[in-house]
């Protein structure tokens, strides 16, 4: 299945665009952070030779199975890429938002209008979209929270940066 060009959402703070090659050394510089791959369930730390441009790849395949947006904040005069918000598809009409913001950025309600606006334009056409959080990162589950997302139970998954199995808060926001 080929999917349509992914869209550019503008907002008051930022652009959530479609990542291009010039991406590669702040997707680099921001995923090589411990703190930023420990938050994460599929970064690798120390990054491996390669990752940013397989998933450059990834973003920019026809085929692809995640849409893959930057917080652009060139438009108020800010940086490039301050960090990316996905949505990998699910089953039908159903998608799972992951997401990572770059330390600098944290704490300055980035993540959480990244979130809200990706649900206002519901680029998918979801009927629900899913999320879960490490459980020793309450702030990611506020900013779940704040989005409308329902708590619906415990789980646990694998971290590679971590190399172990860490438990986690999923949640459910269900759209129209």
Known sequence: MTLTQQPTITTE????????????????LYTSDDRVARMTNNIAHPLPPGATEALLMRANDPKRE????AIDMTHKGGPDLIGLI????????QSEVTGWVAPAF???GAASQAV????????????AIFASVFQDNPVSAKVLISAGFDYIGD??????????????WTYLRKLN
Do not use: C, Y
């Open 86 to 93: 996905m949505l990998n598809r699910l089953d039908e009409s």
């Open 116 to 127: 809200h606006n990706l649900i206002e334009n519901n680029p998918l056409g979801n009927k």
């Open 66 to 69: 995640q849409d893959i947006w």
């Open 155 to 168: 789980a646990e998954t694998f971290s590679v940066a971590r190399s172990a199995n860490v438990p986690t």
């Open 13 to 28: 703070h930022f652009v959530l665009r479609p990542l291009r090659t010039s991406d590669a050394g702040l997707i680099e």
């Open 106 to 108: 944290w704490n300055t």
